[in-house]
């Protein structure tokens, strides 16, 4: 064997673990979810082998999934709106801070620790008839009855912002910090002010951190199903309650997978136009 | 009559074939090639069969129950088989039934299920076995109404033990309801607009059409008007505050008073009483009974299953049990001695005949499940 022989194959020996690992965890489970999108299922629950197209028309044409997809896509993108109007100062000021940087980023995964589903159930505590806030607001005389908080949209929002405003700061903190701090001083040097050097400057340098973190907000978002369960009201599922429905309390593994690998290429257009016009290199920074 | 081939009469077979000239050398060795490979990739699944004599897998809803039936049953059943028990735990029984079906028979054994609808379907996905009842004398103890629910969808035989039985009525929080305005209303209070947003239900269809059905005046097991069903849910709907998915939910919602009534289930109500909450409990004429059964599995060691059973159905583990979790047992009342405690427990039924309880028509509603599942999943979301 020749040197450039050998050299051309040690990427692909090194390589070797990490693709059989993607392709016997994912690859080969998609396949297997793309198999039973196009089975059926039967009265009794057991699934029928065979090449239907059913589910596929179904999930494609029926308006109860294409609307419960849009309101998805639309709490996904408010979401992903309010992580980044919070997350964006709070980078900042830990990207900025001099000194107590380690400790602001420990604080910041902090959270972490916990379980997301118990981080989730604390706003019943903290919103509910008898939780924290309306303790305060009895308590205080500014309410004569506590007010009804939990339940509906936009407490399905607070929990989704509570779960995945780390993943904005981080990444737009990953941005910030690589931004020579100089070129506000030169801006400002010429004559801009504090706010016009951010404007102008750091702003347009740190947004594909602030793209990157909202990559992340979106896509995990809009996959969410435990937020809407717990927190949300009768009409607040999103499209991945339908598809635990269909698999789990309907038992309807094809349709389950029709409808899971609906969501998977919404989502993967989406990845995929962000790495057309902004790359991964910064996500994965901001993942590292 | 014919006779299995054992895997060395095969190979006796094969070499014979090799040495007569009939196989070249090529095709003989890559033919034992061909069968160390299947019997490589075959291996890791057979072992939960061959090693299922060894130990037998329950699963069941976890806390206060597992603990009971660790001290009560599987701790002495394995000292007296040498058969260890492995506690697994589910969340509900359609996230239990997927792991099934995504399992290898024999991986799953005994499971602490919801009858009589649970059992059809498991039954109906060909997953039931049929139970050797001479070696589980302790299902003598148990009230017959329950075993012969069951017996039907089988063919007279049996794939699970009835173990205790309870009852989903009308729980409210009685610092806003009454006791006269609940037994005046009844189910009707699910939907009185009075109450708008300090209603709750369980976000599961059968229970939901059950409860619509007794609010349009229809017998739950025939219903004919599915349409007026379908509103009465749409109203449910409109007026709820919240579908709860688990008991600790119900709990909680009462509890905490974010909802004043729901549908609820009667041990969960005697456990939200217990802890001093002042929360009624009525069961509505047509109110909706339950039993729970411990289904074993196709595919699992039976002989080690049905004794495993007998122990779970001894009195001791069966009142243990039953307190533990606030639903009276399947022991008939007649037979056995029960406790002032398990006396004192909603739902419980004193003359053991059960025929005051209205339970799910297995036929009728199994029938109904793929079509009201996938309806009721369109209506709870707004359609």
Known sequence: MSVETREARQPWILLSPALSAVALLLFVPLAFIAVYSFWLRTATGADQVGFYLDNWAEALIDPFYRDILLNTLKIAAITTLVCAVMGYPAAYFIARSKGNKAILLLLLMLPFWISYIIRTMSWINILGVSGAVNWVLTGTGIVDEPIQMLYNQTTVILGLVHFLLPFMVLNVFVSLDGI??????????????????????????????????????????????????????????????????????????????????????????????????????????GLG | MTRKMDDTTRYHRLRERYLNGDLDRRNFLGLLGAAGLAYGVQTPFAKYAHAAAEQVRFDGWGGVVSEAFREYAFDPYTAATGVNVVDGTFGGADEYLSRVKASQPGEFNIAHLSGVFDYVRYHNLELSSELNEANIPNLGNVIPALVDVLRKPTGGSLSAVPYDYGTTGLAYNRKYISDEE????????????????????????????????????????????????????????????????????????????????????????????????????????????????????????????????NFMLETETAIAVAEGQNYPPALDPNKVELTDKVKALPAFDPSGTLAGLNFFDPPYWNGKEAEWSKTFGRVQKGY
């Open chain 2, 182 to 309: 609940m037994q005046e209303k009844g189910a009707m209070l699910l939907i009185d607009p009075a109450y708008k947003g300090k209603i709750g239900g369980w976000g599961e269809w059968k229970t939901r059409v059950w409860y619509a059905a007794l609010q349009t005046g229809q017998n739950p097991n025939g219903i004919e008007d599915v349409d007026a069903v379908w509103d009465a849910i749409r109203a449910h709907r409109d007026l709820a505050l919240k579908y709860w998915s688990s008991g600790a939910e119900l709990m909680s919602l009462l509890a905490e008073e974010e909802i004043y009534v729901t549908e609820a289930w009667s041990g969960r109500v005697k456990a939200l009483q217990d802890q001093g909450h002042d929360i009624g409990y009525y069961d509505p004429p047509g109110g909706l009974g339950w039993q729970e059964c411990l289904f074993v599995l196709r595919g699992s060691p039976m002989p080690e299953c049905e004794e495993l059973l």
């Open chain 1, 180 to 285: 020579d701090t100089t070129l506000e001083d030169a801006a400002n040097s010429l004559g801009a002010t504090r706010w016009q050097a951010f404007l102008q400057v750091t702003l347009p340098l740190s947004l594909p951190g602030l793209a990157a973190g909202g990559l992340l907000c979106f896509v995990l978002g809009a996959g969410t199903y435990i937020t809407p369960l717990v927190l949300g009201g009768p009409r607040d599922a999103m499209f991945a309650n339908l598809v635990f429905e269909a698999i789990i309390t309907q038992l309807n593994w094809p349709l389950g997978s029709a409808l899971s690998l609906m969501l998977l290429a919404v989502l993967g257009a989406l990845v995929l136009l962000y790495n057309r016009y902004l790359g991964m290199a910064q996500l994965m920074k």
